[in-house]
């Protein structure tokens, strides 16, 4: 069982920044791959960013949305047991409730896929202004 945390969310105007939190709790952080999602009213969850690796490496790789590709960072920590989403340059459009995923990394699975993930936080909302 993993549990998730996330916080950060909140109010900023269009071209600032937010930096989002997930705090894992549970099993091996590193056993996990981890992803942020996100969902505004009236669409389906959709994918973020990535932070996964192989069994057999112990190098990790990101994996980013196109539309938030050079304005959104995802990095861990594994001291904390946190993962990050560092989020610069935000527009209206991204406006959602933000949601961290963990996979683990036993299973199969695509890191864009939300079914591919098990442990969901319970999200935090960005709201950006105009």
């Known amino acids: 069982q993993v549990h998730l945390v996330e916080s950060g969310g909140g109010l900023v105007q269009a071209g600032e920044s937010l930096r989002l939190s997930c705090a894992a709790s549970g099993r091996t952080f590193s056993s996990y791959a981890l992803g942020w999602f996100r969902q505004a009213p009236g669409k389906e969850r959709e994918f973020v960013a990535a932070?996964?690796?192989?069994?057999?490496?112990?190098?990790?790789?990101?994996n980013y949305a196109d539309s938030v590709k050079g304005r959104l960072t995802i990095s861990r920590d594994s001291t904390t047991n946190t993962v990050y989403l560092q989020m610069n340059s935000l527009t209206p459009e991204d406006t959602a409730v933000y949601y961290c995923?963990?996979?683990?990394?036993?299973?199969?699975?695509?890191?864009?896929?939300?079914?591919?993930?098990?442990?969901w936080g319970q999200g935090t909302q960005v709201t950006v202004s105009s």
């Open positions: 932070i996964s690796r192989s069994l057999l490496s112990t190098d990790w790789t990101t």
């Open positions: 995923a963990a996979r683990n990394l036993a299973y199969y699975g695509t890191y864009y896929s939300p079914n591919s993930y098990g442990y």
